[in-house]
């Protein structure tokens, strides 16, 4: 029977086995799901909400669905611990209930959209820098001040913040006032939720979500600007939040502060944590969960929130990955994906073929703009006198090298302790540091993230792959190409989105091909074996054509085999005209590969020229293996 | 007194010691050498049972598996890790008392007699562990080692971060030490490990590749060599 | 339920809360006082009282923040229950005294013994098995038993809130021509005893010297024979027994419910952020600031708004000064 729908998969009709022209995120048939979703709720009304009671309850599910999935790309996706969803629905109950009453519902949503907007752009940008914890407690801080600041301002949110004469949501004059009516209104609602969240899932904007969630800095190197995205998430979510409590406002027609508790706020966590924090349709579930489970155990009304409580501390013990994770489980068995077929048979995960959409061969390097040892009219990598200082400590003491040729690999090398990665960190931009660093003769910004568009690209000591992406995806997150890949590539401008998609996915593919995993595309990189990991790095680090190429102990590690492989695609990059800055150690790896070689001490440099110089310097030797004359101190 | 065989270790999937035999007989003052990222610190880390490991470590005859580091330390067996790790709130004299939690009924150095070993430290005896210098540090990490009545004293690169003359003065505590305790260091700096030591190992690649007495591992062509990975110990000619 | 900020009773003057029943004690002991200045004696005597109100309050604040601070630093864990186990405290107080019909005091001590036998209790069941999780993971678990904590405590004792009475009724000193209950004299008492007895055994016994060493490098603890579980779960005790007596002290002044814990332990995460999170001093001195702030600013300035202004502090903090306003400044650490 399994086998029967393995061998189906393919054929299934709407491709329920995953279109396999796509790359594995786009594969994943949202649409059909919130189709199927949408249309079984609708038909199973009669049946399951059959008077006004239940039909009262669904409606409430619903909308808090909303503000589900508004916290679930806060939370689950961004990764903000946050408390003020509960602050934002009030905000849009409270605000679009003002405005409703003298201009109608629709106008007040859209100042509570706006209102929310601004409130939380605000918010977020004073609070960009500050770490988990602290975070957390300022969104309660903020939730507990502004229902404070409602319950004091009469005039605008009623007496003791309770406003009784709230106007029902009103189309084309006609005004919603059944159980029924809100019905479809609200499931227009979240319809409309729905397909913004599915843009969303279906564009760059998952995949660098989840990279910078995960590896922050690395996604930084990468060229992401990781604060303005967590930022537009975080916003998008709490609007969703807001308009959430417009509408149950409106609904409702009576607003109080009781409900926007400290229950509600759990209950918002329940929902993502039950469905699983990576999945939306798993926000669904939970939101079901949490809304019908308390009404159904009648008796258990009273342990309602000891329910809560428990599902919350034993869902993360046992459950890390929600009902998703099941759920992934199930479809891995009955419908799995190619690589997951292939690992099952004893593999490692890779596929036989090319993914269908490649057109390269990628056996042809990455385009060089230049043949190998032509000089640059200025160098490539300029480190003028830099300084980097750790509390007194001089971490790298005036340092100047240059990297002036295309194809020239620069080993660097020294003891431990000599400050070659906190150089390379400074060259990154991810210490402070005295001093300049060029690239092609200008002056590099600060920042990793600007640093990359500058033009250099870094793989770290351990490979800092992103766990939950596919190999693809991994390198897709390096792209140089940044064009629609924000809010408005994924709501607006989707076919340009596509375009731009499809030229990503082929670099991606040709730079995988290069490093020799383009048949890992599909498989997630934490499957990967370590020396695997290091490749895939690379493979980012190229794909946006860098002017430099910056690599820190990448045979660490590694065994002999890999070892070689590594050293002859080095080579082949130094070929084709890749400038490569390389951290060492091996000696037979450096004498391979590097033209020339640095070598650092205590942070200062303390020999430069062929390996074969360097390596037979008597002061290098006295720094690795230690200085005579200590009792002469 | 300490025993190792068959030592692996891997951090995830990165093989950090590949198979290391040892042997520290009571009384004896052993180094251990190699390169950056060799796989020193990690072997340490595993005999004191803070990482996972497979192969056997003995300490005194008994198997140290599944024994929790405390345990370990209150056996005898102490680790002063590398990185000095003074604990920055507590002031030099409190850092020392604390040392005295591992010692159980055993004989060993009284506090006194680490502030005579270091006399450095009774000046700055009240000063919190932040506001040391890198050499003090050094002193009262091993201080606090010595506190613990070692039967084995295992010190992770002590020389490392201190300048020549600081680190000469802390190899000469040492060689005070030696005689009263066993000791296993792990250094970089290969000539005052082997000025203290009468033997020792050398390990690249997570693998020893040399070992012997200090006399023979004091040829520095050799041993450049071996720390660069040119050469292993089978074929290195004598 | 409301989502937080001070409880009406905690307030100096009760301006729209018109929730506590008539048979509580005087609420925050102003309530006779009422309006603003009338004469200068009336005025030095509201102030006094005032003052002496806020340094209650900043006591029964240093307390919980306190306990909250150790726990953080010994096992590295933000517990969200810690509020929870304060109205416990008061709970549980108010069960020996009026169903077991305990004398005051001993009441109390029980109290205190059975919320530090919960917090051994907690480690051993809900934390220690989730050594190895997430940091996300243990909060949410935190959460979970906060929730569970305050359902458990309203099916045993129903939601109504509890009145306890003061050991000492409604006996007060006068001060300045100001009447000041026993109980809140009691309070700064109380606290100043507990905190200097905390001070002894961090400073001065091996155990402490221990728990600080571990709250600084868990690692070279074990490393230097340290029993770290061990100490984890003594350091659970002493936070649940810290929340508890806190709860224990308060509950005379205040009507009890089920929001209580928690709305003083996010004032309490004002002073702990305001403090640095680590410093003694620190953290002493910023639940003045928090208490002072609450009650003198409440009852001459800004009435409505004296709940929030901790709040708004310590967001000021927050996006100014992560670090806190204390941090790095030399002051025992605990």
Known sequence: MVDLARRLGGRLPFGLGGDPNLPLTYQRRHYLTAAAFVVAVALSMPVFFPDDASLHLANLWLIYLIAGIGFYFMFGLAGRFAFCQTFLMAVGGYTTAYFAVQRGFWVGLVVSIAVSVVLMTVFGLLLRRVEEFYFAIATLALTNIGIEVLQNWPSFAGANATRFDIPPITILGQRLATEMAAFWAILGFVVLTLLLGIFIERSPIRRQTLAARDRRIAAEMSGMNVQGLQLRLFVFGSVLGAVSGAILGAWQSVLTTDVFGIDLAVGLFVMVIIGGSESLWGVIIGSAIVVFLPNQLQALQEYQSLIYGAILLFGVILMPRGVAGLGDSLRTRFFPRRWEVAAGRGGDGSLESAPPWFKGSGVAPVEPAHGPDDEASSPLLEVREVSVAFGGVLAVDRVSLQLRKHGEVLGLIGPNGSGKTTLLNAICGIVPYSGTVLVRGRVTPRSPRHVSAAGISRAFQSPQVFPSLTCLENVLVGSADREFTGLTGAWIARPQMWRHERARWEKAAAALARVGLLRYHETPSRLLTYGHQRLLEIARGIVSDPEVLVLDEPSAGLNKAETDNLADLLEELAVGGLTILVVEHKIDFVDRICNRVVALEAGRVIAEGTPGEVWRAPQVAEAYLGRRGIAEG | ?238 | MPVGGIPAQCRGMDHHQPTVPASAPPAGGLAALGAPVESGVVAVATFIAVLFSAIAFAGVLSLVALGFVVLYRATRIINFAHGDLMTAGGYVAFFFINEVGLPIFAAYGVTIAVLFLAGVALERLAYAPLRRASDIAVVLATLGIAIAIRAGLGIWQGTTPKNLVSPFGSAVVHVGGANISEQRLMIVVVVLVVIGALVLFFQGTQFGRQMRSLATDREMAMLVGVRVNGMATLAFGISSGLAGLAGVLISPLVAVDLNLGFNVMLLAFSAAVLGGFGSLTGILVASLVVGLTQQVIGNYVLQNYADVLPFVMMLAVIVLRPQGLFAGLSGWRV
């Open chain 2, 1 to 238: 007194m300490l025993r190792v065989e068959g030592l692996e270790i891997r951090y995830g999937r990165v093989e950090a010691v590949r198979g290391i035999d040892l042997e520290i007989g009571l009384g004896e003052v052993v180094a251990l050498l190699g390169p950056n990222g060799a796989g020193k610190t990690s072997t340490l880390r595993g005999i004191s049972q803070l990482v996972d490991y497979e192969g056997t470590v003995r300490f005194s005859d008994g198997d140290l598996r599944g024994r929790s580091p405390q345990a370990v330390a209150r056996d005898g067996l102490i680790h002063v890790p590398e990185g000095r790790r003074v604990f920055a709130n507590l002031s030099v004299h409190e850092n020392l008392q604390v040392g005295l939690t591992a010692r159980g009924s055993r004989d060993g150095y009284t506090i006194d007699e680490v502030y005579d070993l270091f006399p450095q430290l009774k000046l700055v005896r009240n000063r919190p562990g932040w506001a040391l210098s890198g050499g003090e540090q050094q002193m009262v990490a091993i201080g606090r080692g010595l506190l613990g009545a070692p039967r084995l004293l295992m010190l992770d690169e002590p020389s490392l971060g201190l300048a020549p003359r600081v680190a000469y003065a802390v190899f000469d505590a040492l060689s005070r030490i030696r005689e009263r305790t066993s000791i296993l260091l792990v250094e970089q700096n290969t000539l005052l490990a082997l000025e203290l030591c009468t033997r020792g190992y050398v390990i690249v690649g997570g693998r020893i590749v040399l070992e012997g007495s200090s006399a023979e591992l004091s040829n520095r062509g050799v041993m450049l060599e071996a720390y660069l990975g040119k050469r292993t110990a089978a074929e290195t000619a004598s």
